[in-house]
């Protein structure tokens, strides 16, 4: 079915008529006809296309492409000595780095799909939920607060219906949208229609699908699909580090290529050493072992019910210093239980709970534990009450309207925050039907209110009136209401929670509570629990405070209460400019921005689709022991990741340093190109099952953020360290042993290699290396490549990389070097962690 432009223009009858629908619905045969000729026209990428793809990205960096060219180059002057093994070594290691990272995508991808927003459709006279992505032109859609909106529809019905149009039009305030016509020619002067991608902030709607998929608004705007996320703190630091070695390198090796053409060297061979030298030097595996090493802590995660949408995210969550967190369902057992009505007078009121329970039978906005609740009543009979309209809740209003009918009366029934109900009352109801007016009865409504809230339960109050013959309503018409009385609910803190919040001040991590409740519930959790700060701040306190006043005031409080939706991303971005991490868990369509504004946003499975549309993590479990399973597996990421990261660059600067003296040193080049090349891609074997790695209880108990200083003092230090105990094999190979020139390259590649392997199980730890072991696949990979290593140079294969025999003296030279680097490195290790 073709894209249908600008259809709000048109009449809703003659729509459904070119869309082949009603205002019943489609068919499930139907359905599945369109959706199978919907994923038709799609324009998914092959299978074979992105595995071609992503081999091809393991050959994009411009070193390694002019490298291929210079082979090929030298092929070509049939310089055929060391080309062809040159590029078998390239290709090889690609393949390795395409067949980890396509395993780890793949992995990614199953575990994303565990959650997805779904969309309540009508078929076949039936409602139930389908995936988004299933929705097809036709399909009438029923909308509620928090949904995703799957497709650009017409809307048939709306009540008090607003949208967050900002990810199509820009526009940060919702807007609102009514059943009709419109002759706008912009989108965000559209009135009658919604569009993919954008979501219900409040109310309920009806709606016809018409343009889905690519068709829709925002498919046609790639820019707003393809945008790449952007970068996080940690991905841009490793990108400058790589820049910065990356430039290191070309600068070191312009300088050894320029000179060993002074040298009248050959040009050939002087080229090849040169860009062999660059791409051996750079670390070109970073991206791949980032990839896998996160690839494998979102695995991790899964295990432990935390689906991982973002994998950067994994390495924030190690970071965090300060988790924000609603207390229903996280704090507390999120099973709201009704406890008593009561009247003004403090009685139990038979028709104040049936207001209640009509109130929360008819509403059909957002599901939320309080209406959930008060339907488990099984006591109450409504047999003939029938609902006649409804004003939905929002976060601003706090309140939610029915309108019911029985025997020729109307009756409206609002029910809400104490405060926002006595704000549109202008009477009450005591005893028997008597109505007095609300001002002598005020204090004591407040009174009772404190009374319950500073017993920690959660209160609500209902007012009515009759609206008899007029029985259609909006907000406006929360007005002149009689407040009736209370609801009053229990939600009990959670068994264990207090070992939970140790737990994460043990791992350097501030709970911050922000809720909505009024002051003096979210006071009694706090003594409940403990907190360290026992000043609650308000969100009426919170409007009268500059940027700068809230950065200072969060560090003194723990508790935010009575917050509203808006003021959520501003304390969460009050945090961030004090230099904290922030985690922020939410689930409600009053998280959506600060989810986002968060450096790790956490929802839930059961959260509206906008929730978990922000987040970055979900969680199938509502559980802070979940949250801190993470955070600890984010931190053993997050070190896994940085092992990488010290090996690659105290190597890599160390064997510059190095190659650079050696090459004007010698009537030689100390290593051959092919020979670099082969010692890179055997050092990369271990360095990929670093994301297997076990990683020391120590390593957790902290916040770890990324620190380029650290990074670049571990360089030095362990970089000229290195380049020390190069030169003394060079002395002993040239001075003492006299070795020749194959011997010398041969005993050099041993070294080089044999220190790099054992580098690695060096620094993975703080300990004593022998006191901690390693994963089963670090250990068994640093065997093998140790063992190959050694044995190398005795293979028929050897004369491929111009490799010979060592004399039996000069292998237990080379042995004893590198036994007497790793005790050397253990010194300077212990040195480098008392400095950071």
Request: charged share 20%; aromatic share 8%; hydrophobic share 45%.
């Amino acid at each position: 079915m073709e894209a249908i432009p600008q259809f709000w223009l048109l009449d809703t009858d003659d729509l459904l008529e070119r869309i082949h629908s009603s205002e019943e619905g489609l068919s499930e045969t139907e359905a599945q006809k369109r959706l199978k000729a919907q994923k038709s026209r799609q324009k998914l990428v092959k299978p074979w296309l992105a595995d071609f793809k992503l081999l091809a990205s393991q050959f994009k960096s411009p070193l390694i492409l002019l490298l291929v060219f210079a082979v090929i180059l030298s092929i070509f002057l049939k310089e055929y000595s060391d080309s062809i093994i040159i590029l078998t070594v390239l290709v090889t290691t690609g393949i390795l780095g395409f067949f980890q990272e396509r395993n780890a995508g793949k992995a990614v991808q199953k575990l994303i799909a565990l959650v997805h927003s779904m969309a309540m459709v009508s078929r076949d006279h039936k409602e139930y939920e389908i995936p988004v992505d299933e929705v097809v032109p036709g399909d009438i859609v029923l909308l509620n607060a928090g949904d995703i909106i799957p497709a650009d529809a017409l809307i048939l019905k709306a009540n008090d219906l607003h949208v967050n149009e900002s990810t199509l039009t820009g526009e940060s305030f919702p807007a609102e949208k009514f059943a009709g016509s419109s002759d706008a020619k912009v989108l965000s002067k559209v009135t009658n229609s919604v569009f993919k991608g954008t979501s219900v902030i409040n109310g309920t709607a009806t709606i016809v699908c018409v343009n889905t998929a690519a068709e829709a608004e925002l498919g046609k705007i790639a820019s707003s699909l393809d945008k790449a996320s952007p970068l996080t703190a940690f991905e841009k630091g490793v990108i400058q580090f790589g820049n910065l070695l990356m430039r290191l390198t070309i600068l070191f090796t312009g300088i050894i290529l320029i000179l060993n053409i002074v040298f009248h060297r050959s040009f050939i061979e002087s080229i090849l050493f040169a860009l062999a030298l660059t791409v051996g030097l750079t670390p070109e595996l970073l991206p791949a072992i980032m990839t896998i090493t996160l690839a494998a802590g979102a695995k991790r995660m899964a295990s432990r019910k935390v689906i991982v949408k973002k994998l950067s995210a994994i390495q924030n969550l190690g970071a965090i210093d300060i988790l924000c967190s609603d207390k229903t369902g996280t704090i507390t057992e999120g099973i709201v239980k009704l406890n008593c009505s009561c009247d003004i007078d403090g009685k139990e009121n038979e028709k104040l709970l049936r207001y209640a329970f009509l109130n929360a039978t008819f509403e059909t906005g957002f599901a939320n534990p309080i209406d959930a609740s008060i339907r488990q009543l099984t006591n109450i009979d409504i047999n003939g009450f029938d609902k006649c309209d409804e004003v939905p809740y929002d976060f601003i209003r706090k309140r939610l309207s029915i309108v019911v009918a029985s025997a020729n009366k109307h009756t409206m029934i609002t029910k809400g925050a104490v405060n926002n109900i006595l704000q549109v009352c202008t009477s009450v109801a005591s005893g028997s039907d008597m109505v007095l007016p609300i001002e002598n009865e005020r204090q004591k409504i407040l009174q009772q209110y404190d009374h319950f809230s500073n017993e920690g339960f959660r209160v609500i109050a209902v007012s009515y009136k009759d609206v008899t013959g007029d029985p259609v309503i909006n907000k406006d018409d929360e007005r002149e209401m009689i407040f009736f009385g209370f609801l009053v609910f229990s939600d009990p803190i959670k068994s264990g929670i207090m070992g939970s919040i140790e737990n994460l001040r043990a791992k350097g991590i501030s709970l911050k509570i922000i809720t909505g409740d009024n002051g003096l519930v979210a006071g009694y959790l706090a003594k409940q629990i403990h907190l360290k700060h026992s000043e609650i701040l308000k969100g009426s306190d919170l409007n009268n405070m500059t940027t700068e006043a809230l950065q200072r005031k969060c560090s003194e409080v723990d508790v935010f209460a009575e917050i509203l939706p808006s003021q959520k991303e501003r304390i969460v971005k009050a945090f961030q400019s004090s230099g904290s991490c922030v985690g922020y868990l939410g689930d409600g369509i009053n998280d959506a921005n600060a989810l986002k504004a968060a450096d790790v946003g956490i929802s839930i499975q059961n959260a509206v689709d906008v929730a978990k549309e922000a987040a970055d993590l979900v969680l199938l479990d509502q559980d802070i022991n979940v949250i801190n399973e993470g955070i600890e597996e984010g931190r053993k990421t997050f070190a896994n990741t940085l092992k990488y990261i010290f090996v690659t660059t105290s190597a890599n600067f160390g064997n510059m340093f190095s190659m650079a003296i050696a090459s004007l040193l010698l009537p030689f080049l100390p290593l051959l190109p092919v020979q670099i090349l082969l010692n890179n891609f055997l050092s990369d074997l271990p360095a990929i099952t670093i994301a297997s790695d076990k990683v020391d209880d120590e390593l957790v108990h902290e916040p770890k953020k990324w620190s380029i200083s650290n990074i670049r003092r571990f360089m030095v230090v362990f970089g000229l360290q290195s380049s020390v105990f190069d030169f003394a094999t060079f002395g002993l190979l040239y001075y003492y042993f006299h070795a020749n020139v194959k011997e010398f390259r041969t005993a050099w590649f041993l070294e080089s290699l044999l220190t790099e392997i054992l580098i690695l199980l060096v620094i993975r730890t703080r300990r004593p290396f022998f006191k901690s072991k390693p994963s089963t696949y670090l250990l068994w990979a640093s065997l093998f490549t140790f063992i190959v290593a050694v044995i190398l140079p005795y293979l028929p294969i050897a004369h491929l990389f111009e490799l010979s025999p060592l004399p039996i003296m000069v292998l237990i030279a080379i042995i004893l070097v590198v036994v007497l680097y790793v005790v050397v490195a253990e010194f300077s290790k212990k040195y480098l962690i008392r400095k950071f």
